[in-house]
């Protein structure tokens, strides 16, 4: 699976962002996907997932109620749709793909496949 992801940008806070990740290669639906995020100096951390489904999904306790994730298995795109953008959602996004179909894990070492990052600046 190969990942290109898509959609960063700089914007105020308050602002919306929809990030995008197209997957090329036969098994997307197959694998849970997920956003994760890193700033300089830090590891890189879950955002979101959502698996097979789309039935289930998962947040980091920050974005609850801003963020959204979602899927297109036909198209093999998986978005994520952020609201109401605050400066410490600034970061690298990365998206991934799990080995996984059902269980969302958090931790990078679960996830196989990555994009190449796009970067989010929400300046104050």
């Known amino acids: 699976v190969q990942l290109q992801a898509s959609g960063g940008g700089l914007v105020q806070a308050g602002d919306s962002l929809r990030l995008s990740c197209t997957a090329s290669?036969?098994?997307?639906?197959?694998?849970?996907m997920g956003w994760f995020r890193q700033v300089p100096g830090k590891e890189r951390k879950f955002v979101a997932g959502?698996?097979?489904?789309?039935?289930?999904?998962d947040y980091e306790d920050s974005v609850k109620g801003r963020f959204t994730i979602s899927r297109d298995n036909t198209k093999k795109v998986v978005y994520l749709q952020m609201n109401s953008l605050k400066p410490e959602d600034t970061a690298v996004y990365y998206c991934?793909?799990?080995?996984?179909?059902?269980?969302?894990?958090?931790?990078?070492?679960?996830?196989?496949?990555w994009g190449q990052g796009t970067q989010v600046t929400v300046s104050s």
């Open positions: 991934a793909a799990s080995r996984y179909m059902n269980m969302i894990s958090i931790s990078s070492s679960d996830y196989a496949y």
């Open positions: 290669g036969r098994a997307f639906s197959s694998y849970v």
């Open positions: 959502v698996n097979w489904s789309v039935v289930g999904t």
